[in-house]
């Protein structure tokens, strides 16, 4: 069974400095997707980034970062020069390629980070 | 605006009630998902359908109800035989099933709490 681990369940930091989040998963498929999504205060999730097994490159995309690893089976989320906006909880979540049916989308328990002004 | 919208917001029920979540989206999606989320955990799948006038059972499906009579709607009923239904309800829908790795996209939630 797939699993998805988020060992870190809060996280603090002041304002400008640098955060990476953790996750690790776990699966027996070669083909599955990773994601990243943020659920501010709100309570709506919001779609960060998806990867396939296969694109190992890592990402950047303004002050956000990832890092994907299959070698050790993570996914790292970094946010640089956090600012009071990125406070939010972020889920990491994997989904097996099923050919369209059956599949799941399974989500780690989630890391709230708190950026302190 | 394009998006998926889910009512109410908040909803309290009466223990033995039954109460039905309304999830509506225009994104022309083919599948739609509807996941619960408890306080300090990540989601878990209780309905999705890929199809109109089909869908399965998630992980925790045991006291819910669903249909998809129209590609739009997929609206979730949680019944008296839910033992502990108050919790954090998200819909969801997605170009196509999740089998093919597509991305989820989600709604702004509907808390449930029972009195």
């Known amino acids: 069974a797939q699993k998805v681990t988020q060992a870190q369940t809060e996280i603090s930091v002041v304002e400008k400095e640098d955060v990476t989040l953790d996750c690790v998963y776990e699966t027996r498929d070669t083909t599955y997707y990773l994601f990243w999504y943020k659920q501010p205060p709100s309570g709506e999730l919001v779609f960060l980034i998806r990867r396939n097994s296969f694109d190992e490159q890592n990402e950047i995309s303004g002050r956000y970062s990832w890092n994907f690893q299959k070698s050790t089976s993570s996914f790292n989320f970094t946010i640089t020069a956090s600012q009071v906006v990125d406070s939010a909880v972020y889920f990491c979540a994997l989904s097996e390629y099923r050919g369209g049916s059956g599949s799941r989308l399974t989500f780690g328990e989630g890391t709230q980070l708190t950026v302190n002004p | 605006d394009g998006g998926i919208t889910q009512s109410p917001k908040y909803l309290f029920r009466k223990e033995g009630q039954n109460v039905t979540l309304s999830c509506e989206q225009n994104?022309?999606?083919?599948?739609m998902y509807w996941y619960r989320q408890d306080p300090g955990q990540g989601l878990r799948l209780i309905y999705y359908s890929q199809i109109v006038n089909d869908f399965q059972k998630g992980d925790i499906a045991e006291g819910y109800s669903v249909s998809r009579e129209k590609k739009e709607s997929f609206p979730l009923t949680v019944t008296s035989a839910q033992k502990n239904p108050t919790a954090f309800y998200l819909c969801a829908s997605s170009i196509k099933g999740q089998g093919s790795g597509n991305t989820i996209y989600f709604g702004e939630g509907s808390w449930l709490t029972v009195v």
């Open positions: 994104l022309n999606h083919d599948a």
